[in-house]
């Protein structure tokens, strides 16, 4: 059977099939007719005998002349030895001759008679019949010669099917050459061989089929190359990336794993584990699975795990189902060291909550805090207690010591304190020198006693400042609730009233906000400018000026800072600097309407002037909250058709740092707007830039209490180069404020600041030069 499998051979059984059905049906036609006319023969030459019988004989035996009837019979037997056995009768019957053959030898040799006929014929004369004759008719001879025709009709019609075959054979073998070169050329491609070209000689079905399995083969070939470059680039790509990525068909066999996977569990990569399955391979690894944890993932297709490995990485593991065949589906499990992201995920919570310099916690967990204890002690009819406190004099430490040491002596604060609180008191440092302590208590007496062991143990406190000896002492203003303040978001601003309270009265004392007191109430009044801040919104009571910001290298103007300021409707317009108005703003929530009025007034400034250089503003840290700001910001640049990069936003560093979190949400938000983001301030109050990987600011303007005496002091000058190293390992510019003379300059272009800031420059006016003034802008630097 198996060659039957060829076409040829089964076209030639066919073909074979057909000639000898129709030669078997020639053969039985042929063999009738030869019959019929055998027969038809058989007959007439029986009649001829009797006509010629009768002419013969009847004559002689009406004569009776047997003897000439005798010499008749005899010529007749010899000429017609199949007439036998003649016997003539008279017309009564009786014998007149009688001629009986004789078997000889020769007779003996000859073929047994297949068949004989015995006649008997009337001997009529003129009517009358005279006799009869009776013989023997054999058919030997005739049956002899139809059976020689019938076998060379047989052979004849094998010899002609033997032909047919044959040729037919060499035919097809002619007609499938080409076919079988195909087929071998098949399933050569097959086993990925695809270099071999057939030639087309014929312009028939065949030559039309060897030019589409030519064309077929180019195409094979390029869409071959296509997916090996596919596969190559795939393969390159998931070498080079960091997850891990391994194929498992739905037997548990690995068809493909990258580099990565090998790295994470540390496999050789020498080993081939293909048509191995995953669980033998992690059996396999050095590592052990120490710690296991199921996430929760955004596709419902997939699952997540977390894995504490042996050697402190930590991995997630994410599974997909991967359709495959009908049989079932493909695993796909992807890989990833997760642990710098959960490291940096765990340094960010906890900046998110912690002051970088004292490890208190800041700003942003006192504010959340702060309300979860005054719901605690309303329920549980508990006092809370804020102590609000700040170091006298810190100011003049800073100016006569430096930053640095003002941050030691702030750390030493934060020591002292912390170890004199409760493990369920909460100690924060807001910002800068300001501290608040929350406390539950059961009488106001509780948190008294607890201001002057603070103070107690300050007094006896001493500090080194370069080869001085100071004692530092602060001044605490305490705040209850839900008594006297209904409110415990009020709670901040009645003990700032009382800290302020305490050093009216000579500092290194505390105080109790009592709103029943006539002195807190106009200290109150002092440091509330809500009314003043409310007028100036709504009837134009602010003025904005503008100070230029210069590039180092060509002294050409880089962009102008705009600075508000507030005209006190009691001094006939007199201006009021932000320092006196802007605390009380961010306070009372005002600082939102304050930005966004600086915002507007600067894009519309922008739009005005459209030849003038770009435009810094500074923004609250208490905008980091407001999310439809950069929205905001966005539409008006998009109404006045304003290029993004053309504005600035400044961000105090104690600000952003202090709520990290909110911050880098902010910053993420103005970038994809397209501003430029700069740190203001930068270096106040922190000994480390670690955060700064984690903020994506563009610039940093060093604070200008390290600029002011930056020829004079070797501390500062070190501190300063420190910064901009840092700023251009990560690829930031640097501005320095508080220029003020050109020795100051110099020192700033020395150190490779790249932009510059100060009354030596010039000083902040409402009409400054630079709005009518298109800018030069130095090569490298964006505008």
Known sequence: MIGFKSLSNRVIASISAVLGALSLLLIINLTSLLDDFSQTEENRNITQINDFLNASLSPLLFSQDFARAQHLLKELEKNYPEIQNIKVQDAFGHTAVHMESHTNSTAQEAPVALKELSTTIDLNLAGEKVGSVVYTFKFDRYEALKQKLQTEIIISLVIAILAAFLLVSLIMRYLTKELKTLTIASQAISQGNDSANLPVTRDDEVGQLTQSFNNMRLAIQERTSELQLEQNRLSSLLNTMHLGVLFETSAKNIKYYNSAFCSIWHLNTEDNIHNTSLEFVLNQSPLNIVKRKQLKPTNTDEELHEYLLSNGKIVLESHMLVHQTEAGNGHLWIYEDITNERQMQQELHHMAAYDALTGLYNRHSFNVEIKHMASYAKRRGHFLALLFFDIDEFKLINDTYGHARGDEALILIANTVKNLIREEEWLCRLGGDEFALLSLVDTPSEAEELAQRILDSMAETYHHFNGDTIRLTTSIGISYYPEPSHDPELLTSHADIAMYQAKARGKNTFCIYNPETSDMDKEFARLSWKDSIDFALKNSGFEIHYQGIYNCDNNDIHHLESLIRLKDKALEGQLIYPDRFIPVAEKSGQILEIDRYVIRHAIETLASYPQMPSIAINISGKSFDDITLPSYINELMQLHEIPPERLL???????????????????????????????????????????????????????????KDLDSSFENRLFVESIVNVAKGLGKQTIAEFVENEDILQECIKLGIDMVQGYHLDKPQKEHPALYLAPKSSSGDPQ
């Open 649 to 707: 936003i400044e961000l105090t560093e104690t600000e952003t740092v202090c709520d990290i979190q909110d911050a880098r949400v902010f910053i993420e938000s103005l970038r994809n707007i397209g501003c430029t983001i700069c740190l203001d301030d930068f270096g106040t109050g922190f000994a480390s830039f670690s955060y700064l990987k984690y903020l994506n600011v563009d610039v940093l303007k060093i604070d200008g209490t390290f600029i």
